[in-house]
């Protein structure tokens, strides 16, 4: 019974100290938003300061899911994701440095967008929201969400993202220059000049 009783307690003050340990590491992993928006000031030239409405070459990253911002610096740094000018940023990034960068544009508010071209926002829209059965292209809506928010952890925010920028991925998922999307490469395969232009547009004005 002693040796019972005594096993037990021995049990009960491992798991005390696994869960001890567990704690601690996760306190140790929690992004701080402080040193995120200090690294941050590297990516200011061409994302600006607050990760919002700088050139429409670059992505918006205010709002964006942080699991997805640290998705992507980890395979610039891989080498997963190609860009000599990411990739140069993400090299000398640890994890910790990602996730904190990653939590404080997440952060902050998303600013809206607007769509430019009234021709084809119906197009955009319905490819958007309704796919093209045809030739099996999905809705986008399908993992990004109606409104584009996305969804955390598996699929990024679309919502309100520069025109250019959306149709220049879409283009290069569709030649094989991108290539960290399975899925992303299959539907823009699909898709011709004018589809990818609307729907990038339409994205453009999503909120």
């Known amino acids: 019974m002693k040796f019972a009783s005594a ?30 928006q200090a690294s941050a ?35 610039y740094k891989s080498g997963k994701r190609a860009n000599a000018i990411m990739s140069g940023m993400a090299a000398g990034l640890s994890e910790g440095d990602m996730k904190n960068i990653a939590a404080y544009y997440s952060s902050l508010k998303v600013k809206p967008g607007f769509a430019k071209n ?41 919502a309100g993202q520069h025109a250019d920028y959306t149709l220049a991925q879409l283009t290069a998922f569709r030649g094989g220059v991108r290539k960290n999307s399975l899925p992303m490469t299959g539907v823009a395969a699909k898709m011709n000049d004018l589809e990818i232009k609307a729907v990038a547009d339409y994205i453009a004005g999503l909120h």
């Open 118 to 158: 009234s021709d084809t926002v119906a197009l955009g829209e319905k490819i958007y929201r309704g796919g093209i059965a045809d030739r099996s292209i999905p809705a986008c809506a399908g993992c990004h969400s109606p409104n584009g928010a996305g969804i955390p952890a598996q699929y990024p925010r679309l």
């Open 41 to 75: 000031a590297m990516c200011a030239g061409c994302h600006s300061q607050d990760g919002s409405r700088g050139s429409p070459a670059q992505p918006i990253l205010q709002g964006q899911h942080p699991e997805y911002l640290v998705k992507q610096l980890t395979e």
């Open 7 to 36: 096993l037990l307690s021995c049990w009960f003050l491992a798991s005390f100290a696994v869960s001890a340990s567990a704690n601690e590491s996760l306190a140790v992993e929690k992004p701080d938003l402080a040193k995120g």
